[in-house]
């Protein structure tokens, strides 16, 4: 397979004999998550004739998921975009032919009609206090309508001030429902007081969020280091062009212990973060073939540290940090904590000058 070779070249297994896991490629953690199974799906769907109407330009996420009202009926409107509702249209479909015209006016009852075009669906939407009146002919479909409410208002005093188009649909269709099954009539009025109360009364119930103060510094030096502690520095250069690494550790001068640093050339790394990985893994194995027990290690990559202190594992860097795992559980002491690029200089002169002799000794 010759175009997969610098492919199959650039990963590295373990060396410690991990175990296989299942990944999930379509995500970057390699772990299924149902956001990552939708979005996959969606990318696979055929278009068929129940998503015809839909434009690829479409905006899911700003018209649907993001819309400020219930999930029920974000998931209600996902379904009426998709023809998914059990209308008098799609129940013929099925074979269903009884009871499938409106019920408000006996006309065909598509999704368009009953939540738009027919006259009580116009009546309702003609009570809503709306900044500039909708025409309901004006979206021949209803994936039309969904797209243009994202700019529609509620005027003063309704109490109104998010989304309002969502819940006079689900009104709508609530309407419908108790009037087919259990001959509970409602006026326009009424629908549409109750779609006005439910998206004031959701609004009113959202609490605001509270801001999440993001954390992204790791701690730079552990609680407790047990007396014996030999603290390294490592580091990488990696040339992308060529896709070499000069791996590197270096050991603080201000330990008891004498013991020399390294260094190691590593062609066909795929990014600068494996270069990384690899760096502690060479360095965790050289410790331990010089039998230092304790070891403190610190690296500049904050990626890389919170890769190795999470439990999850990216699946480009698998058997990198399985390694780094196996080989640590082998001290008495270890630890990985980050270390600033302007406090781990030594480190990162010997990788470039590791990355430069190779590449000049191959030349």
Not at 210 to 233: F, Y
Request: aromatic share 10%; with cysteine.
């Amino acid at each position: 397979m010759p175009d997969f070779t610098e492919a199959i070249l650039e990963l590295k297994p373990s060396k410690t004999g991990a175990k296989d896991s299942y990944i999930w490629y379509p995500s970057k953690s390699g772990i299924y998550s149902t956001k990552s199974g939708y979005a996959a799906a969606v990318a696979m769907q055929e278009q068929d004739h129940t998503s015809a109407n839909i434009p690829s330009t479409f905006n899911w996420y700003k018209s649907v998921w993001s819309v400020s009202t219930a999930p029920k009926i974000q998931l209600f409107i996902w379904k009426a975009i998709n023809g998914a509702l059990p209308t008098g249209e799609n129940l013929q479909k099925r074979g269903l032919m009884q009871n499938t015209l409106c019920v408000h006016c006996g006309l065909p009852e598509t999704t368009e009609h009953l939540l738009l075009h027919c006259s009580f669906a116009r009546q309702v939407w003609n009570l809503i206090p709306l900044a500039s009146r909708i025409k309901p002919d004006d979206f021949p479909h209803f994936i039309s309508a969904v797209g243009a409410a994202t700019s529609w208002l509620c005027l003063p005093p309704c109490g109104v001030s998010g989304d309002i188009f969502s819940w006079v649909v689900w009104n709508l269709w609530i309407t419908r429902n108790q009037l087919l099954f259990e001959a509970r009539p409602a006026s326009a009025k009424t629908t549409a007081l109750k779609a006005l109360m439910g998206a004031r009364e959701w609004t009113q119930a959202q609490e605001p969020p509270l801001k999440v103060m993001k954390n992204t510094q790791i701690q730079g030096r552990p609680d407790s280091i047990p007396t014996g502690t030999v603290a390294c520095n490592t580091d990488a250069a990696w040339r992308k062009e060529s896709s070499d690494a000069g791996l590197a550790w270096i050991f603080d001068s201000s330990t008891a212990l004498i013991v020399s640093d390294g260094c190691k050339f590593q062609p066909r790394v795929s990014s600068v973060l494996m270069a990384e990985g690899l760096a502690v893994r060479e360095a965790l194995s050289h410790v331990l073939h010089i039998g230092i027990s304790k070891i403190w290690l610190r690296s500049d990559s904050l990626s890389l540290i919170k890769a190795i202190n999470s439990v999850s594992k990216p699946m480009n860097l698998y058997g990198v940090l399985s390694d780094i795992e196996c080989l640590s559980a082998s001290f008495e002491f270890c630890c990985f904590s980050f270390v600033p690029r302007e406090e781990n200089g030594h480190a990162d002169n010997l990788s470039k000058a590791c990355l430069y002799h190779a590449a000049t000794t191959w030349a």
